[in-house]
């Protein structure tokens, strides 16, 4: 249940950085492997066909004329993180803030 997840995390949390720490306001515990638009989809170049590059992943960052802009963890070299997901997002970001001024 949300309830147990949130204990746990709340239990390691304590442990890391002590018993003051407080309970969440709300917890949302996200269920992507039964999300029917995520399918706990991740990029995971591991798995990916031989030949795979970074490069790659840069294609599929570029935008598409000045309308429509990608980010997320798969447009990013950061592949398969939130780090990566959260870089790409400053990027696209910024490209939006490129196109408009142009």
Request: charged share 25%; with cysteine; net charge negative.
């Amino acid at each position: 249940s949300d309830a147990e997840l949130a204990e746990k995390a709340l239990v390691c949390l304590r442990g890391m950085y002590g018993a003051d720490i407080p309970a969440p306001e709300e917890v949302v515990c996200t269920r992507w492997g039964s999300d029917p638009m995520a399918r706990g989809a991740y990029t995971a170049p591991e798995c990916l066909l031989d030949g795979v590059v970074l490069e790659d992943y840069e294609v599929l960052a570029e935008p598409v004329g000045a309308s429509v802009y990608f980010a997320g963890e798969a447009a990013s070299r950061q592949v398969g993180t939130i780090q990566g997901a959260f870089n790409s997002g400053i990027r696209a970001a910024e490209e939006v803030d490129r196109d408009a001024a142009a």
